[in-house]
T-cell receptor
Framework: NAGVTQTPKFQVLKTGQSMTLQCAQD?????MSWYRQDPGMGLRLIHY???????DQGEVPNGYNVSRSTTEDFPLRLLSAAPSQTSVYFC????????????FGDGTRLSIL | AQSVTQLDSQVPVFEEAPVELRCNYS??????LFWYVQYPNQGLQLLLK??????LVKGINGFEAEFNKSQTSFHLRKPSVHISDTAEYFC??????????????FGKGTKLSVKP
């Protein structure tokens, strides 16, 4: 099993550009989530999904969109990139959001110039 | 809502010394508690978790943590650290709604630096 796979690993964007961060898991997990990690801030939840077709906002959703058309995939879209979105982004999955441990991808390092 | 406070942002220790990383949480409902470790340029790995039962929880790599409900704490301990334990450690909490669980809320992290 590959676990949680994130692509790309690194990306540089210009302000105003759009892009999609990909996340795929092969564990048939219902729950998937996106976090951003900034120095001294820990991980903050952006969006999450409890199953295909169901998404909801986390703590810091502004500037990001998600969709969940299949159980396996949970892409994160930046509509118009801003320097404040420079961060490391992690995707995670689990059988449920709290009681079960979450499996994390290796992250995407995103820089917005 | 839940919140997590990791009291130390950085903890330097010498190899083979004991270490305690402190974590306090706030919640109006029952909680699940977790410690994750992040090595440089990697994702997070689960060290240990408290769901219910015994308040002393043992995890991987010789780490353990004790859930103290009265003090709302979940401190992480290791009796003798190794250079390879150098990493950032995150405490996390999720609400236990008695059948459904809330999202995971993370603390800001503690960087453990083990020196020879």
């Amino acid at each position: 099993n590959a676990g949680v796979t994130q692509t790309p690993k690194f990306q540089v964007l210009k302000t105003g550009q759009s892009m999609t961060l990909q996340c795929a898991q092969d564990m048939n997990h219902e729950y998937m989530s996106w976090y951003r990690q900034d120095p001294g801030m820990g991980l903050r939840l952006i969006h999450y999904s409890v199953g295909a077709g169901i998404t909801d906002q986390g703590e810091v959703p502004n500037g990001y969109n998600v969709s969940r058309s299949t159980t396996e995939d949970f892409p994160l879209r930046l509509l118009s990139a801003a320097p404040s979105q420079t961060s490391v982004y992690f995707c995670a999955s689990s059988r449920d959001p709290g009681g079960q441990p979450q499996h994390f991808g290796d992250g995407t390092r995103l820089s917005i110039l | 809502a839940q919140s997590v406070t990791q009291l130390d942002s950085q903890v330097p220790v010498f190899e083979e010394a004991p270490v305690e990383l402190r974590c306090n949480y706030s919640s109006s409902v029952s909680v699940y508690l977790f410690w994750y470790v992040q090595y440089p340029n990697q994702g997070l790995q689960l060290l240990l978790k408290y769901l219910s039962g015994s308040t002393l929880v043992k995890g991987i790599n010789g780490f353990e943590a004790e859930f103290n409900k009265s003090q709302t704490s979940f401190h992480l301990r290791k009796p003798s650290v190794h250079i390879s334990d150098t990493a950032e450690y995150f405490c996390a909490v999720s609400a236990n709604y008695g059948g459904s669980q809330g999202n995971l809320i993370f603390g800001k992290g503690t960087k453990l630096s083990v020196k020879p």
